[in-house]
């Protein structure tokens, strides 16, 4: 098992190339999960079957099969329809590119649906009936008390959920896209190289995990910063 | 006292494992995602041309043949790292692989040619802006790459992906082992497709792959292929699957 | 739809398929708890070099996608068993198929994952308790076995139970190196049939079938580790 050193300082550039996409992949299918999940997630908090109905059945769904299956289906399942195909929606569907955000970004809404209920349900019942007493409404409530403080509450679980997307992106290289993991792929199918070029690209994924680690901390660091023992 | 026993026994048992693989038995790697050659039934059973080289080939050298199927990307490290003693999967034979492996004679000649729809006028000599599908790892993949810059290059897990994204209209044309194509082009996902253009590559052989070093197996299946084509077992084979000839 | 769901005779592949997923899971599992649990130990260590063995396994393990730890273990581990064979002045052939790759895979993630669960549960048995147990002159494999297993599993089990699922789910990585489970067949059925979305429509059904099942069994077990202990707040 020798050491080619040199083979893998050629293909550094193509690796950070397949890295950057894997980073765009993560970050705006996160920011689409969270625009999905708060109407998800207050829907599935809600006490009436009517409107708790399809949000459950969508979480349930997205969190009970594996990513994998929800890609083929969306990127290979999709396609089979004709009516899919003359559809307006095809020149956004025939991208692997725009499949694998639009599939990770349900799947990630199903998941941070669920923690941001969870962090709805744990707020001090205290702080809510504070501002009904002093005679705020329903939505001001929700949208002073409750969800200020559900998202301070969530913030770890988030941050656990965007290292799992980070993780999930990898799955892309299945529907051909081209990010770290189908990079690497590519090269060890041309240089049959496989331990060292998937040594680097552990290296990769860890730097970049621990950059979110970093980014995450500093913003519960500043989202508690009323906590912080003073001077 | 108990530990030296067990690991005298752990040893035994290697050792046994391994003299049983003097016997004459050989395995034989494929892939199983590549019809008309290997490719699954409803069963589970791998099936086509190769299998029946294969066991062709088994049978003339009186030898206990099993096949194990193999995904496409891990066939030659499965080969390296003694998973099974040769690769039948319509494996090109190529200067890169010959880095790797060693190769028989060959068994047949194959050529890459474009297929695309019927309706589109996909023209080989006007590559740029097309999307091209290729399967990762083969020579048409690496012929993509090398020939083709300004094109939108997807290169698939396995054959039958990529034919899945060129009927949904995802890619323009897909570049693959001509006759491969030509089994794809007969069934009815195909009906609505056809070869555009010459063959861009032309002088390609198929042989089995071997590791390096493997001389013994080497020549005998080479004194087995010469003696299946002198009887007619190849010929059978080739018409079963093919109106023409495919040496 | 319903009309449309002819899986052209390849049910039967279909479930064996599943089966497959099932064995898997629970290779996996096993190995992954044992994992786990030498993690959890070595990383509440007062070893250094053990702790850091723990700390690094932890982190690596946990900070790679799990689609890549299968792929180094299954291209990298063969080779370097064959070598260790080597060591024995041994030409054999150190098998390593897609399943037991697959389940050294998926085990060391959920071990990695698994060292953080127990170790939390360690944290939670009262220093008393295991005192008290030394004081009666118990050995420490017997406190272990005792005193501390048992009150660990009641703790660990919700963790553990949504790791598992987790490692369900996982399972249909493996067919990205060709084990022959539940989403390899769904391929293969969809290479047959050319209808990607029945097989994989079908395929995501039987993975909710398994994921319900699955938390109904971890409900029962959860009710059981936790007779004999009253709920908060009656």
Redesign the interface.
Known sequence: ?SFDLSVILSYFPTLLLGAWLTVKLVIFSSIAGVCLAFPLGLGRSSPRLAVKALPWLFI??FR???????L??VY??????DFVRTSILWPILRDPYWCALITMALNTGAYIAEILRGAIQAVPRGEIEAGISVGMSKSLVLRRIVLPRAIRIALPAYSNEVILM??????A??ITLLEL?GTA?TI?AKTYM??EI?LV??VF??VI??CLVKIFQAAEWRLNRHRRANG | MFMKTLAIAA?AG??A??SA?AADKIRIGTE??YPPFN??D???NVVGFDIDIAKALCAEMKADCTIV???WD?II??L????FDAIIASMSITEERQKAVAFTDPYYSNKLQFIAPKTSNFDPAKLKGKALGAQRATIAGSWLEKNVKDADIKLY??Q?NAY?DL?SGRLDAILADKFVNWDWLES??GKNFEFKGQPVFDDDKIGIALRKGDDKLRLRLNEALKAIIANGTYKKINEKYFPFDIY | MASDMNL???GP?LL?GAIVTLQLAMAALCVGLVLGILGALSKSSSVTPLRMLGNGYT??IR??????VV??V???S???L??I?AL?G????????PFTAGTLALGLTFGAYATEVFRGALLTIPAGHIEAAQSLGLGRWRIFLRVILPQLWRIALPGLGNLFLVLL?????I????L?EL?RK???G???S????TF??V??LI??GM??ITNGILILMERHANRGYRRAGT
Do not use: N, W
Not at chain 3, 194 to 197: L, W
């Open positions: 098992m349930f769904f009970g099969t594996p990513l994998l299956v929800q083929f289906l290979y399942g999709l396609a089979q329809f980070l993780k999930c992106s990898a799955l290289s299945t993991t792929r060890i496989p331990v998937f690209t552990g994924y860890l995990s621990y | 040893l290697l050792m494992v391994g693989a199983g995602a490719q699954m409803e069963k589970g199927t193999q995904d891990g490290p499965a390296m790292a003694k998973k897990d396995t039958e899945l009927s009815d996902a | 052209h005779g390849f592949q064996a982190t690596i900070g790679i996608p799990e689609l890549l792929l180094v299954y291209f990298g063969s080779g370097a064959t070598a064979a024995f041994h030409d054999a052939f150190v098998e390593l198929d789910k996982d399972t249909s990585l067919s990205v190196i060709g022959d989403m769904s391929q293969i969809t290479g047959f050319k209808e990607p979305f994989f429509g395929a995501a993975y909710l994921t319900v």
